[in-house]
């Protein structure tokens, strides 16, 4: 899509999903158009994701999320007024106390924690990199960088005070943009390496393949970690697999609110459903088997698959399966844990 055209498209898709407060697949897709190619795709999700909308399949979607947050939020305000209720009229004696359950730290603690928080840090990096759309974003972040969009300071970890008053950080910022071309040839290379590992060649000389893999990978890692890119942005990545799995995790809710309504586990319900469309006696023997007629299986089978649907649409949006992603950002979540938990002490 060309470069004005994508500008009109992207505006008017802000003023929609401001005005909603949303924005559906549907809606994207038909301002898109048929032209539209996976990476025009890729800068409109990356836009909303940076706005902090929601990308949902339907409005009643929308409406359920929107809920969903205005009761955390509500629970957190409780919260907080509930720590707010207990108050002392001496501001010395109320410091006083709250830094007695704080425990001071020796030289081996501050040690502990200094490590625990890295280690959780890094925790945080490698899971967000074995997510294929974290690359996607990061190359999005390093045209912006190349075009001056963003700052080299809030694209890398750099010791800005070190620099002189007129310095405007310009061989960190080369030394960034060589680092990506890098790590997008690898991941290329990578990508390559994988689809011939499923190819009969490939299985035959698996072990070649494998041990070509592993140097990659090992290369890109390395890559990585040297380009020290800054935590805001890492989070920032993390955000993607995190909402990624989140929308998973509403279709399972769905098929699991199925189940309970209808008394039967998915399998069994996708088997009444066939049973009703062989005929009016099969219909009957379901009927006298669970007390529900076909109108009821049919719509309980509608759900299930729709669900599953939007499933397997986040499986291929994200390049991963459902167990990979759980198991990816449950990762992150630990790592997030670990560096939280270092800073409190």
């Given at each position: ?24 697949i549907d ?10 190619t ?5 800068e ?80 945080i ?41 007129l ?27 994988n ?5 009969k ?23 990585l ?8 942005q ?44 062989k ?21 309980f ?37 670990l560096?939280?938990?270092g800073?409190?002490?």
């Amino acid at each position: 899509m060309k470069s004005g055209l994508r500008r009109q498209v992207e505006k008017k898709l802000k003023e929609q999903a401001i005005k909603q407060g949303f924005i559906t697949i549907d809606q994207i897709n038909e301002c898109l158009g048929d032209e539209a190619t996976v990476d025009d795709m890729d800068e409109v999700h990356i836009m909303f994701n940076n706005m902090k909308i929601d990308v949902v399949d339907s409005p009643e979607e929308a409406l359920k999320r929107r809920e969903k947050k205005d009761k955390e939020k509500a629970r957190r305000h409780e919260a907080q007024m509930a720590s707010q209720s207990m108050r002392y009229d001496d501001p010395i004696r109320m410091y006083l106390r709250e830094m007695g359950k704080v425990p001071l730290l020796d030289r081996e603690g501050e040690i502990r924690l200094a490590r625990q928080i890295e280690d959780g840090q890094a925790m945080i990096e490698q899971a967000v990199f074995r997510c294929p759309t974290s690359f996607r974003d990061l190359f999005s972040l390093g045209a912006r960088l190349e075009k001056g969009k963003i700052r080299i300071e809030d694209f890398l970890q750099v010791d800005v005070g070190a620099w002189g008053p007129l310095y405007t950080g310009r061989r960190e910022r080369q030394r960034a943009l060589r680092a990506i071309r890098r790590i997008a040839r690898l991941q290329v290379e990578i990508e390559k390496l994988n689809k011939k590992l499923k190819t009969k060649s490939g299985k035959r000389r698996s072990k070649a393949v494998n041990a070509q893999l592993a140097k990659c990978e090992k290369k890109m890692t390395k890559e990585l970690v040297d380009l020290k890119l800054h935590r805001q942005q890492i989070a920032r990545l993390a955000e993607r697999p995190k909402n990624l799995a989140a929308r998973i995790a509403e279709s399972q809710k769905e098929i699991s609110d199925v189940e309970r309504e209808a008394g039967f586990t998915a399998t069994e319900i996708m088997g009444f459903a066939r049973e009703c469309a062989k005929g009016p006696g099969a219909v009957r023997r379901v009927r006298r088997a669970t007390g529900r007629g076909k109108a009821e299986w049919l719509a309980f089978e509608r759900r299930i698959r729709n669900a599953r649907r939007k499933i397997r649409r986040v499986e291929v949006e994200a390049k991963m399966t459902t167990e990979e992603l759980t198991e990816l950002v449950g990762a992150i979540e630990e790592g997030e844990r670990l560096v939280a938990d270092g800073k409190k002490r």
